[in-house]
């Protein structure tokens, strides 16, 4: 395939334009068994890569979202619980027990449908790559059928899924008298059953949760295994998850919302990226995240949208991007890179996030002339095309007219 006539081409690759974005004006791209092959200015593809071409009518090319940090699978939802926070309820990590007992009722079929749904939404708003973590289960099994759910909706024309085991989400209902109990649990039988079925382990470090004793019993465990770790840290309050995740070398640390200084240069000095989920913060009344301190000093940002039924109930990163910019204070370019190449960092998919010969050939025409309107124009449904392994998964209604009318 051959993209051509891009108005802005968002490399995330400074060898093929300017700033850390890689922005290049007027250009094309070509892509073969799924890969980007070549970038180059428009008009000008060499010989032989041309294949089917798709004229970009001059708008702006990005990357795919890389979305690092999701839990799709669960049943039902909390709405009555998101109305009693606006009358001023707090969140409380609590709700997440009424999650798993819909989850613990529901069928293999109705979670996967209820996954591919959200997937097919992602996909929709520009997403390429889900991370999915399991978490509402609770139980060998369920834990074990929620990551099976994940890996069983695996298709072409979805975004790439990556998942994330994360039994270590609260202590059940019926384990509450002894969370030690199932914490062994946990890292014995639990991680046995899906640890085949997961390329991570995350745990969520936190009052009310799991402290870290217990988080790092529990990142061992998973490590043990073979899998690469990450923590839910320091979201409802202060707390030892950033500290935890740079010891242990975690790849990310999540939500982060209360830092102090000296997790900030914790996490600097270890290379843990830093995922900031401002839907959260936007559904739970928290406040923002330290998202310029934290680059201040030096750490890498990722933005997702953790997508879940309780604290953040959107599957949208141009969403995302917007509230980085107007509450976080990054800039659109910083904002773009971090839904994109910082995703990709945080789930060390390497070549993921960026468009290079080589990468893979995941990315979205946006129906807009710059990536500045993804913060420009919220809300507004912005992926015109969405190309992944160098096919086009979707379009929106309409789109290939634009095209031809270009
Ligand atoms: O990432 N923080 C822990 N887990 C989820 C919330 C889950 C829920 O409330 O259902 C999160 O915000
Ligand atoms: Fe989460």
Redesign the pocket.
Known sequence: MLLDNIGLLISNDPVHGEGRLGLRRDAALACADGRVVWIGDAGKAPEGTAGDRVDAAGRCVLPGFVDS?T?LVFAGDRAQEFAARLAGAAYAAGGIRSTVAATRAASDAALRANARRLAVEALRQGTTTLEV?SGYGLTVDDERRSLVAAEQIAHPGLPHLVTTFLGAHVVPTESADDPDGYVRLVTGPMLDACAPHAAWCDVFCEDGAFDAAQSRAVLEAGRARGLGLRV?ANQLGPGPGARLAAEVGASAA?HLTHLSDADIAVLAEAGVVATL?PGVEFSTRAPWAPARRLLDAGVTVALAT?C?PGTSYTSSMPMVVAWACREYGLTPDEAVWAATAGGAAALALEGHGTLRPGAPADLVVLDAPTHIHLAYRPAVPLAGLVVRGGRVVYSMPGDREKEQQA
């Open positions: 940090h839990h973590k839910h999540d989920l953790d879940n």
